[in-house]
């Protein structure tokens, strides 16, 4: 039995719950609950631990509720962290025992300040919740007294030195990427850099992941003994920030050098839902957070299936059944996640994880050996032409596999959730008869064919900053119409992955009329006419959640 895996369970159902009660949502809240009461009455081993099980999940509960109920209104020469920057926003943490996270948009000094620094500052609090970036409210009309700088910032400040080593080096770009890749710290990384490893479906080497700790820690082990190689691994992970997937990833390492060394034996799944554990008890509002997600779920993925899949693949080198069966793996929860998150199916990320990880993960074990052998006149000038001969390599690859991979497929709402539904069917075909999952996969089927042949066209509406817009796709090509004119019109058509754009609607009408649906912007609202029924949208943004532009969109289908 494992304790652990039920424990972290219960904490993420108990955070869901306290956050589905927040948002009024009581459908979910009463779908959550009744997941979290059958899950305690399951038949556990030991009464104790059942009795365990329901005093975690009352903390978890009360712990998300405390955490979000947010009674200041004002704040006077009061000290904040920066924690985080998203384009032109910051988020700023209170520096309480367990810290709140506030957010400032629209920060006018935002390239002068660094993560870590500390801001002593006056202003009002207006509460938002957004719970996707932990965030209990928004700082507005505020002033500030001044830009601190204590020890941990002094401390995790040693980044900028080490990236002013990079770029004087490297350039300002390349400078950037290899500081990215050590620190994981994507704030300065070129927007459009980092948009080619989204579809490339590489974006997840910026994250200070297991490779970088198991690195780490390999390297310092092998010159000197456990503790001092895990306490200069953790200082490893200070300089990076305390980043969720390092706080994994140095949890998972230090359960599995610490089993022997206590007489146990090291169990992945069980080590993974420690570190989950207490991320969650520590930080409850990590839960909706993509990184949060998104490293757990691969992880999870790796620990079921990548012996599996490398059984399958024992007539390949181990050079590339090793990395092959990694990736997919890693990708087998990831892929159904980005398509209820992202509604897109990345194509090109076995390619690029098979042919550009590699000289990534190189950069970065050849970062840090010029960090500390830079002072080597000989050692550095070897350690720079490599570094060079590597990017030179992983541009020209950038741009081969950009040519050959498919652009990214968008999917709509029922397709993703024919294939989610496939998966659950897939991972609890065990708990059924071979017979009963045929039948379901069949009825499931015909209910996606039968759907998906009534309809003719779906309709979306959304906004894109302040511009309200509206995408009709049928069964062939995409529409998008827009509420005035935009500059980086190509940026927002490879967003939302149409394929013809129309501005200015209210001056064009015979181009507002595609599949039956007739559209007009009216006083920043949205006017559908379906078969000459009027639906008016007041398309008004999520206040549960943060959008740096693209904000929620509603969905309607035309039978």
């Known amino acids: 039995m494992k304790f652990f895996v039920y424990c972290f369970t219960v904490i993420i159902l108990s955070n869901l719950l306290g956050i589905q009660l927040m948002k009024d949502d009581f459908i979910s809240f009463g779908f959550v609950l009744l997941l979290l009461i059958t899950f305690l009455l399951r038949n556990v081993i030991y009464k104790v631990f059942k009795l365990t099980l329901i005093i975690l999940s009352v903390i978890s509960f009360f712990n998300i509720l405390s955490y979000y109920s947010n009674n200041q209104n004002l704040v006077t020469n009061k000290n904040f ?12 943490s209170s520096k309480n025992i367990i810290p709140k996270r506030y957010l400032i948009k ?13 801001l002593n500052l006056n202003g009002n609090i207006e509460k938002s919740n957004y719970y996707d970036i932990g965030v209990v409210g928004e700082i507005i009309d505020y002033t500030i007294n ?35 890749l050590v620190f994981g710290d994507t704030s300065s990384l070129d927007k459009e850099y980092k948009n080619d490893l989204k579809e490339l479906g590489i974006v997840h080497i910026l ?10 820690f390999g390297i310092l082990s092998k010159i000197l003994s ?62 909706l957070r993509l990184g949060f997600i998104y490293s757990f779920v691969s992880t999870l993925g790796i620990l079921l299936f990548n012996s599996k899949i490398k059984d399958y693949l024992y007539r390949l080198p181990k050079l590339l059944s090793e990395p092959i069966s990694l990736i997919i793996s890693a990708q087998i929860f990831i892929i159904p996640v980005n398509l209820i998150i992202n509604r897109k199916l990345e194509l090109g990320f076995l390619l690029s994880n098979i042919f550009l990880v590699p000289f990534y993960s190189l950069l970065v074990i050849l ?16 350690t720079v032409y490599l570094i060079k001969i590597i990017f030179d390599v992983i541009d020209g690859g950038i741009i081969l596999i950009k040519m050959f991979t498919p652009e990214s497929i968008y999917l709509i709402n029922i397709l993703i959730i024919f294939i989610v539904m496939l998966y659950i069917l897939y991972f609890f075909r065990k708990k059924i008869s071979f017979k009963t999952f045929n039948k379901l996969v069949l009825i499931l089927s015909f209910v996606y064919i039968g759907t998906i042949t009534m309809i003719n066209s779906s309709v979306e509406v959304g906004k ?40 200015n609607i209210n001056n064009n009408q015979d181009s507002s009329i595609i599949s039956g649906v007739k559209v007009e912007f009216i006083n920043k609202k949205v006017v559908l006419y379906v078969d000459k029924k009027k639906i008016e949208v007041n398309n008004m943004e999520d206040n549960f959640k943060y959008y740096s532009d693209i904000y929620p969109q509603k969905y309607y289908f035309i039978f």
Do not use: W
């Open 106 to 118: 629209n920060f006018e000094n935002i390239d002068k300040v660094d993560i870590g620094m500390v």
């Open 367 to 382: 970062s840090i050996v010029f960090v500390f052998f830079s002072f080597i006149p000989l050692f550095k000038e070897i």
């Open 226 to 287: 456990f503790l001092p190689s895990i306490i200069a691994t953790f200082i490893y992970l200070v300089l990076t920030g305390f980043k969720v997937s390092g706080i994994r990833a140095f949890s998972m390492v230090f359960i599995r050098e610490m089993s022997p060394r206590v007489h146990r034996n090291y169990d992945g799944i069980n080590a993974l839902c420690v570190a989950g554990s207490l991320i969650l008890l520590i930080r409850p509002y990590e839960v």
């Open 81 to 92: 962290r920066i924690s985080e920057k998203l384009s032109k926003d910051i988020v700023v």
């Open 464 to 503: 894109y900053y302040d511009k309200n817009y509206v995408i009709i796709r049928n069964k062939d090509r995409s529409y998008l119409y827009l509420d005035g004119n935009l500059k980086n019109i190509d940026q927002l058509i490879d967003k939302l992955g149409v394929d013809k754009v129309f501005t």
């Open 207 to 216: 994250s200070v992941s297991g490779f970088h700790i198991n690195l780490i």
């Open 146 to 180: 001044s830009y601190q700088k204590d020890l941990y910032s002094i401390f995790i400040g040693m980044k900028s030195i080490i990236k002013e080593l990079f770029t004087d080096n490297f350039g300002v770009e390349r400078g950037n990427i290899l500081s990215s």
